[in-house]
């Protein structure tokens, strides 16, 4: 039997929106999402520009406790996830969560958090780093947390 990969839902956290729609209609204008970068300090390099999310409310998708667990590559797969479900009118429940894959490209997982515990280390020592460091940054926990918060059972990959 030929099995079959059906896309049934979008979901879309980009630098041109924070929807798909937003997306779509700001690539139908011609519109750029590369900016001055805002995040960090870009006076020792040479590019000043990126594509940033911007306007993103992560609490509408994750709690506090989870805001401060999880770097924002994971918020953002787990807010398009959860679009792309309620896109598809998808309810995955014990009948079909075998068959409901999580398929994620990351290139790289949290640089924020690493960034930002490899300063806390430098400052206080090891003793002071968060032990979530490790699960926000490896490139898989974005399709692992969104398998967990979907209940999807079927396969789970991460392409780098």
């Known amino acids: ?9 979008f979901g879309a956290v980009t630098p041109l929106g924070n ?8 690539l139908c204008a011609g519109k750029s999402g590369i900016g001055e970068i805002t995040k960090f300090d870009t006076r020792d ?17 994750v709690n506090k406790k989870e805001l401060r667990r999880l770097d924002d590559f994971i918020i953002y797969a ?7 479900e309620s896109d598809a009118a998808l309810s995955i429940n014990d009948t079909n969560a075998e068959r409901v894959g999580v398929y994620i490209g990351s290139a790289i997982g ?4 690493l960034e930002k515990e490899k300063e806390q280390l430098l400052r206080c020592g090891p003793g002071k780093m968060s032990p979530f460091t490790i699960p926000s940054v490896l490139a898989n926990l974005g399709a692992g947390h969104v ?5 999807a059972k079927g396969p789970v990959n991460c392409s780098v």
């Open 78 to 84: 787990l807010a398009s996830a959860e679009m792309a």
């Open 19 to 26: 929807t798909v729609r937003e997306t779509w209609e700001a």
């Open 45 to 61: 390099f040479e590019t000043k520009i990126a594509g940033e999310i911007k306007n993103f409310d992560p609490l509408s998708f």
């Open 1 to 9: 039997m030929q099995r079959r990969v059906v896309i049934t839902g």
């Open 147 to 151: 398998s967990i918060r979907l209940r």
């Open 110 to 113: 949290g640089l924020g958090t």
